[in-house]
């Protein structure tokens, strides 16, 4: 809903979607990142790798935890041709592939300076 809201705004603004995406990576509690399992850690080591592969590949321009006071969430900002390309990435995370309860909320940006 709020991807197809951005580029509504976008098109009545008159403003070429930039083909860059914020990704908000929701973990499953709010205190996942000061209460991780050893079998989380791996995970997210996993996610890692997935995300350096990206980043390689040419897809992910930046990627990090946020230190959000309400708990710790990841970005990750992507640069691809269309929303789904972004959510195939997204959706192909290994913790999103886990079941855990991680969950992505991909946003176009309107506009970007580089």
């Known amino acids: 809903m709020l991807g197809w809201l951005g580029q509504f705004l976008a098109a009545e603004a008159g403003i070429k979607p930039s083909g860059v995406f914020h990704c908000r990576l929701i973990p499953p509690r709010p205190d996942f990142a000061f209460t991780l399992t050893e079998e989380e850690r791996a995970l997210m080591g996993r996610h890692a790798d997935y995300l ?47 079941g855990r309860g991680f969950r992505y909320e991909v946003l176009p940006m309107m506009s970007v300076i580089m």
Do not use: F, K
Not at 78 to 85: D, K, N, S
């Open 52 to 98: 350096r592969t990206q980043l390689r590949e040419g897809r992910m321009m930046i990627a990090g935890p946020v230190a959000d006071p309400t708990g710790p969430w990841g970005l990750c900002i992507l640069r691809v041709g269309t929303e789904a390309e972004a959510r195939a990435v997204t959706d192909a995370d290994p913790v999103v592939r886990s």
